[in-house]
């Protein structure tokens, strides 16, 4: 704190003896190393103190840090379920017009298929036997076969049916219940 040396010291204690004499130098010398022990816990007081403040600012800044990146990280959860759901919508959308599509289709008169003509037709591209009579089997078969899977409605997203896994403690005894 202050620098003074051995010598200023000696200066000092050279001077107090004289004025104050050997009776009343030891009472003031316990007076004054009381009161520098006061003056050095005061200063230890105020320095944990401010350290104390300074940890506390700290920790505001950090936890104020950690609730904006929480928050930060539940408005991207809340834009990635919106954009999953619009998705979900969209599909939806899309597989009920295919089967709208599929039933209109279904409705209207279907034109017999001759599997020879068929069958011609593919020779006539330039396609192989193999490939023809695989394609002449496939417009022969019935067609109401695939518009029964065509027309079944797209089941909505009802998820308050689904099944949760149950965490809750089994009830059964097992044989070291049975000690207690």
Known sequence: MFDIGFSEVFVIAIVALIVLGPERLPKAARFAGLWVRRARAQWYSVKSELERELADDELKRSLRQAQDDLRSAQQQL???DRALRDGVDD???????????????????????????LENQALGD????????????????PAHAAAD???????HLDY???SQPDYRP?????PNDERR
């Open 126 to 141: 330039g396609a192989s036997n193999g490939a023809a009579s695989d394609r002449a089997a496939a417009y022969a078969a």
């Open 160 to 162: 308050s049916g689904a």
């Open 149 to 155: 899977t065509a027309h079944a409605e797209p089941s």
């Open 78 to 80: 809340r834009d990635g």
């Open 91 to 117: 599909l939806n959308r899309r597989v009920a017009g295919t089967g709208a599509a599929a039933a209109a289709a279904d409705d209207a008169p279907a034109a017999p298929r001759d599997p020879a003509a």
């Open 170 to 174: 089994s009830t059964a005894q097992t």
